[in-house]
């Protein structure tokens, strides 16, 4: 393969990797202050 695609495949994997890790923390964020409130009722 060549160079370009080379890169293009790890800018895509780079991108798909920082959303997924952006996604679980502010999931992880959510799910906590849920439970927070729920302790707090």
Known sequence: ????WHLLIWACVF???T???LVA???????VGMLRRL???
């Open 1 to 4: 393969m060549s160079t370009f």
């Open 15 to 17: 991108w798909y990797g």
């Open 19 to 21: 959303v997924t890790i």
């Open 25 to 31: 923390v502010r999931g992880w964020k959510d799910i």
């Open 39 to 41: 302790r707090e009722k």
